[in-house]
């Protein structure tokens, strides 16, 4: 198996012209992280420890396809993965709840444990850990997730998924540095764990 080294967008006018290319535009994204990051804070002691979390994933999933479907975007469920597709571009987009987003020596880690159904889709099965480089995967589909941190940093990020978690990334698209700005050339390096959930879904479509 050959690897390539992780491919990062930082700059304005780099991550604007790669989203083009995706068929996709920050605002919208934006506003996806806005509804997750609102919905996140509706969670309030007495609801469950993971209800932030959900909260965001179902919302953050709902705007995801509330901003991009129509048009060449349609909802997408195969293997009970809970996305987005293009098929003119061959583009599947998910959401996900991460520890910590648009830091450069760090693969954000999932909330939750990611399915076989996502090992599939990121074609990345019998990987082995190389952080900062990824296998050569094929083109024919492109598999990201959008994804979110508690403290609104946000990466569009086509990952290697391996036993449920994100090993390493193929290419990283940084949105927005959690300030409220774009930019993102002041990052921070803390990592404060929360108790986060992503549901998983199994392929008869049922939540587990």
């Not at 129509?70 to 003119?88: F, H, L, S, T, Y």
């Not at 998924?161 to 300030?179: D, H, L, M, P």
Request: aromatic share 8%; proline share 5%; charged share 30%.
């Amino acid at each position: 198996m050959s690897f390539s080294e992780t491919r990062v967008l930082q700059e304005r006018w780099d991550v604007d012209d790669r989203l083009a290319e995706l068929d996709l535009k920050r605002d919208k994204l934006r506003v996806v992280i806005d509804v997750a990051l609102s919905e996140r804070s509706n969670a309030t002691p007495f609801h469950p420890m993971n209800a932030a979390g959900t909260f965001a994933y179902q919302h953050g999933t709902w705007a995801l396809r509330n901003e991009f479907v129509g048009g060449d975007w349609v909802e997408d469920r195969v293997d009970g993965v809970e996305a987005i597709r293009n098929d003119a571009r061959r583009v599947k987009i998910a959401f996900s709840n991460v520890d910590v987003a648009c830091k450069v020596d760090h693969i954000p880690n999932p909330r939750s444990k990611k399915g076989p159904g996502a090992e599939r889709a990121s074609g990345s099965l019998l990987f082995e850990d190389l952080p900062q480089y990824a296998p050569r995967l094929s083109d024919d589909w492109q598999f990201y997730y959008l994804m979110v941190d508690e403290n609104g940093a946000a990466e569009l990020t086509r990952p290697v998924v391996n036993g449920g978690n994100f090993v390493a990334a193929v290419e990283r698209i940084f949105i927005q540095n959690g300030s409220g700005g774009d930019d993102l050339s002041s990052l921070r390096a803390d990592d404060t764990p929360a108790s986060d959930f992503d549901p998983q879904v199994d392929r008869k479509g049922g939540q587990v």
